[in-house]
Nanobody, 118 residues
Framework: QVQLVESGGGLVQAGGSLRLSCAAP????????MGWYRQAPGKQRELVAT???????NYADSAKGRFTISRDNAKNTVYLQMDSLKPEDTAVYYC????????????WGQGTQVTVSS
């Protein structure tokens, strides 16, 4: 079983920055894809960004140019640097770890709240 632990959420004013961290002790190198999703009240969970073991990153349109995903395999940690935050970025942010195979396995963290005030 893979355990993912997020941290770094909080309250920030519009235009500010936050950095989220997702720790996966001993596991990150075994996960083909790491990513961040978010879920706002009354909305479905949506993709924010993903990064493969090889470092290839993918972003939702809403995140492009403002958010940066990175991973440090030595520290078993994935980061999401969020700049120029907007009130519409307010959501619970979840870390995803995905292992390819049959079956494909997804692992989720418990979530961290990000609130952006206007």
């Amino acid at each position: 079983q893979v355990q993912l632990v997020e941290s770094g959420g909080g309250l920030v004013q519009a235009g500010g920055s936050l950095r989220l961290s997702c720790a996966a002790p001993g596991s990150i190198v075994n996960l083909n894809v790491m990513g961040w999703y978010r879920q706002a009240p009354g909305k479905q969970r949506e993709l924010v960004a993903t990064i493969t073991n090889g470092g290839a990153a993918n972003y939702a349109d809403s995140a492009k140019g403002r958010f940066t995903i990175s991973r440090d395999n030595a520290k078993n940690t994935v980061y999401l640097q969020m700049d120029s935050l907007k009130p519409e970025d307010t959501a619970v942010y979840y870390c995803l770890g995905r292992k390819w195979g049959l079956p494909l396995r997804d692992y989720w963290g418990q979530g961290t709240q990000v609130t952006v005030s206007s």
